[in-house]
């Protein structure tokens, strides 16, 4: 979402000035004072508060799910209470980057609720009344459903796109930018995949709407590095102080060079990189590491990294990485494989993680063994989209 | 739909007889006297009304929203009012040629009210229990969205196939006639793009439900058609007396030929096509035209036609036309361009329309002008086909 | 559904034994005895029951649907009424040989009743809050959207997977088990369809949540063959006792296998199989027939049988199947249709049945005749789906 389809400056920064064309679809504006400027925003039944100091759009919920069949504009007045300036608010989900520590609790908090919220109820109405537009560029069913299915735990609605490269009016060169500004007109929130890096965040800066990437080329997969440090901290029960092993293709995975960027917001973090050289993890991460003083180590011994850690981290050895090399593919996928031998040397506490598909990079018969967090790890990018739709669309 | 399988005739003459298949399913035969015969539709909630002079089926919508629940056999009793003869019925959704003026006039005004609907509140529930249908032979991912966010944003429920000419039983042989007396009995409209002229006609005259044309091959698209004269009433405020400029391709584009043919209902238009030799309008819709009384130039200086109208409507050179002759496709294409310097010589209450998507015939420095109506009409498109799904399930 | 992924005996025998990581999830253990042993599963809204002498699981749904959004941990203690071992129960779907006639009885009770429900409200609210999946490894768009219009016209949710093969984490190596996983993570129910024989029993193998099979391969596909005995019954008013024409291809038909399978379980039943040679009925199912005491013979003489049967069943030769021997499907194809001269000298009461789509073999004016099944027996797919969806999500 950004106030202006002309602005091209970070997505939490926002100015004063709403566009006229936004205000003249849904919002109408409310006061404005030197501190801040608020915006109800009929259509989305939010009010907008931009602080004058941050530059950012914040929404309250107070209003919103109580009688949703109601008219918002009586209810405006009648419960003036916003929250200023005070809560972080969330525009649009665009990198790992953009979210710091006190933001990370805040949002598993809430994931926290939608595990209950799942498990206890026939489903909630928390977002009854609200459309998710899955517009994606390149097929991901797993990534896909799990979107939709948070959406539709909560009582929103989906329409789906599941090859819009292929299909839609892109094959005849419409620009990503009008296919945004056309989509946010039949929706509420658009989730996006797609083979661009930065293709989300153009998109953010077109839309009128929230956000969300759900993956763009090698570039960021947000939600999948939240659900990540999500899981170690249900799994493990903490952060600060853990040690985790990085395992397999550390040079193409961005799934695991996210989850080294988040650790880094953790204390006393140690990290271990145990992967085939050929596809080893890249100085950039390395360096950023150093520079935020968190400690790692390269290690070619996979069996005394998982006695140490708390997390085993395992990945896929991409194989569309290796092209024609197909020796090359096959030296390396080998290489580290986590099976009984290797849970044997585990700590009791500690857990195997993979972002999943896994091909035999984790044996089977691993499964069974209750450390084997994997399954539950894809459960939990459930309630972590859950949680980030909600507070995307009604606030805190 | 149509009141029998083996009746071809346009799908706004129907005849009293209901076919004992129909009746096996759903209906009960009401009464039947020489001015009129009423049938009850009970999985559709609605009362069928067969005026024996005009030949059409009437919908009325008096039980259908009360108490959804409740048994409609019951309600049929003492709530026994309707509208016959006099109100125009909607079947089916054909092709642009069967809307008069009143009709039009009539559609727009629930489309306003569309607007409140998707504008004001958390969501609409008056189309709470139909399904939809969408089955699309060809993709196009921009009107399926359309449709079914208008079904969503309703309350309704969507089932979608998004390639049905490469998945479906189509790839075995099937009929379109039998797909369609096949999927009639999942849902409650069926919304159909094909890629053969005609398909949309076809559909109607075996289906028992109503159907809506999303676009036929060459033939017809008229919900587009429908949205692009909804989109001139609200930016100009009437529809008498108008100037259009037709720019662009106008020999392939379905879009311009449909909306040239919609505003020979209006008095005082004045036309004005604005093409490369190559695409030219062609003949059928000038005669046509003509003997409406319709005045119409052909003009090579947009400029000059772009200070005199009320409306720009620019189109997209189609690529796809052109085979292998990319020379005469690269030399129109960069013909007439919307620009900045056309904005200016523009009225200030003019627009510039696109039925999208564009490429570079409008240029990106024009879209922040507020004359730039062409993301607005794509909304449009979301209330006209909210209206329509809303008159063809439930009546007026 | 298992109740642990390493089992890989019948669906329809299970052990005591709840593995730690389903308890994990959403099962609370409620008591244990020598009879039976009570579990609760609070995600699913039902309690698991398991008798100890037939080692299956039960569902009761005492508590399922009152008050959807009320915590059910409540409920348990105040609705403590379970039903053990005295009902039969249905965890997943998977062959037709599963069903015995009692089962077949109970189901079809339920799909009247569904019906009724489909024919005279706005839609139930009966499975309010569920999520199915269709997980479509080969395209099926008939047989998707009846389960997704079943599930709707129940409250239901759907996600949807058109193409999982080419499109889903398959593509890069996962086994179907870990894909189930997954997807059981997101939703209530899975609908699979598969090109694998035997792929239906592995996903229940590996799956916490009921399994439907939609079509695995060469293998089974139950829920046609439901649907064709409850057509039979529907039209004919009665199973025992009748005289069933199988006509076409026989040999490659896994529909009119299913269905001679399942007739067998009637009394006095006699097939008659009237094929071209080249796609006779194979012998497995004729011995079968015969270790039955159920009479058959071949015949070729389509008038002879017609005359004869209260139902002709006629299949498509299916092209398919014949691989660059076009000759040869061209003389199986136009060896037996049913037209008009077949209707004459068919008896008054009895139908003409085909599981579509249909090309040539029966001509389309048969379609006006009452006699006519073939689209009622489509419709029919949508209640015993209906049946089908609501006894594994909310038991009897």
């Given at each position: 979402m950004a106030s202006s389809s002309s602005c091209s400056s970070c997505m939490l920064h926002r100015g004063l000035f709403v566009p006229k064309e936004i205000e003249n679809r849904n919002r109408v504006s409310m006061f404005n004072d030197k501190s801040f400027s608020v915006s109800a925003d009929l259509a989305q039944s939010r009010i907008l508060v931009a602080d004058q100091k941050s530059m950012k759009w914040n929404q309250t919920?107070?209003?919103?799910?109580?009688?949703?069949?109601?008219?918002r504009a009586l209810e405006i007045d009648s419960a003036p209470s916003f929250t200023v300036g005070k809560k972080f608010q969330l525009d649009d989900v665009i990198?790992?980057?953009?979210?710091d520590r006190d933001i990370l609790n805040a949002i598993f908090k809430v994931a926290r609720e939608m595990e209950n919220i799942e498990k206890n109820s026939?489903?909630?109405?928390?977002?009854?009344g609200y459309l998710m537009a899955t517009?994606?560029?390149?097929?991901s069913t797993r990534t896909r459903l799990s979107f939709e299915s948070a959406m539709k735990r909560l009582g929103g609605e989906v329409l789906t796109t599941e090859?819009?490269?292929?299909?839609?009016s892109a094959a005849k060169g419409e620009t990503l930018e009008d296919t945004i500004r056309t989509v946010e007109g039949y929706s509420d929130i658009i989730v996006m995949r797609h083979f661009e890096s930065g293709a989300a965040r153009r998109a953010a800066t077109s839309a009128g709407i929230p956000i969300i990437n759900a993956g763009d080329g090698p570039g960021q997969h947000p939600t999948q590095a939240l659900l990540d440090v999500y899981t170690i901290e249900r799994e493990i029960?903490?952060?600060?102080g853990i040690k985790v092993g990085l395992v397999g293709?550390?040079?193409?995975g961005r799934t695991v060079r996210s989850l080294a960027y988040l650790l880094?917001?953790?204390?006393?973090v140690k990290i271990y990189f145990v992967s085939p050289d050929i596809v080893k993890m890249k100085d950039d991460i390395k360096e950023y590491l150093t520079s935020e003083d968190v400690e790692w180590e390269e290690s070619d011994d996979l069996m005394e990294v998982a006695s140490k850690c708390d997390v085993v981290y395992q990945t896929r050895?991409?194989?569309?990485?290796f092209g024609e090399r197909i020796d090359l593919y096959e030296e390396a996928r080998g290489k580290y494989i986590v099976d009984r031998d290797v849970l044997r040397v585990m700590q009791k506490h500690a857990v195997v993680m993979h972002p999943?598909?896994?091909?035999?990079?984790?044996?089977?018969?691993?499964?069974?063994?209750?450390?084997?967090a994997y399954f539950r790890q894809a459960k939990n990018g459930l309630y972590i989209r859950m949680a980030l739709l909600k507070l995307l669309l009604v606030g805190w």
């Open positions: 919920q107070k209003f919103s799910l109580k009688n949703p069949i109601k008219c990198e790992a980057q953009q979210f026939s489903g909630s109405q928390i977002l009854k517009l994606f560029y390149e097929p090859n819009a490269r292929e299909f839609s029960g903490k952060l600060d293709d550390l040079a193409n880094a917001k953790y204390q006393d050895i991409q194989r569309e990485r999943l598909p896994r091909l035999d990079e984790i044996a089977v018969d691993v499964d069974a063994d209750p450390r084997a």
